[in-house]
């Protein structure tokens, strides 16, 4: 493997996802023919997708004929975890007019070295609603009223149901990690010649 830190080495492409506190560097490489980077400039602009006001913002560097994106490991420690959707725009330095040329989504991870839960949201509700299950006594109250203040609890059939969907969520995320890794799965379709 190359070391990444080169900026010659640079992935290209917008990588699909980068964990808080990671060096943030791609190039772009594929519109340097009709945009020369001296005449434009390129930015990555990403937003989380919950409608927070979680922005990135880098603006590229010449590098050669390419764009090249870099943000710092101090600078993507203020990230905010989660999904993002972004678009690259150029911008001509002589007009200031703008066009998107591309747009598409990137994942800001959590870094384990920040003594945080690793598992995935999913997993997570799932050993919730199984330790309710295991812990669950009788369905014979479902919602309490005292002065005026109610509470509502899930019934078993609703436990029941939320695990299961939560199962499947689980089993396609672990699928979906298995494949990126190169590994088999149950839904590998294998072929003997």
């Not at 019934?155 to 890794?181: G, M, N, Q, T, W």
Request: proline letters at 2%.
């Amino acid at each position: 493997m190359a070391n990444l830190f080169d900026t010659t080495n640079a992935p290209t492409g917008v990588p699909t996802e980068l964990v808080v506190g990671d060096l943030f560097q791609f190039k772009i490489t594929e519109f340097s023919q009709d945009y020369s980077n001296s005449l434009h400039t390129m930015r990555f602009i990403a937003r989380i997708a919950t409608g927070a006001n979680s922005e990135i913002i880098v603006t590229a560097s010449a590098d050669d004929d390419d764009y090249l994106f870099s943000a710092a490991s101090s600078v993507t420690a203020g990230y905010d975890v989660g999904h993002y959707h972004y678009q690259l725009e150029i911008e001509q330095d002589s007009t200031n007019n703008r066009i998107i040329v591309d747009r598409g989504e990137i994942d800001i991870l959590t870094d384990f070295d920040n003594n945080v839960d690793p598992r995935y949201h999913a997993e997570i509700v799932l050993d919730k609603i199984e330790a309710m299950l295991s812990g669950k006594a009788d369905a014979d109250v479902s919602s309490y009223s005292i002065e005026g203040r109610s509470l509502s609890k899930f019934s078993f059939a609703e436990l029941l149901d939320a695990r299961d969907r939560y199962r499947r969520e689980v089993a396609a995320h672990k699928r979906e990690e298995a494949i990126k890794h190169g590994k088999k799965t149950k839904a590998s379709i294998l072929m003997r010649f």
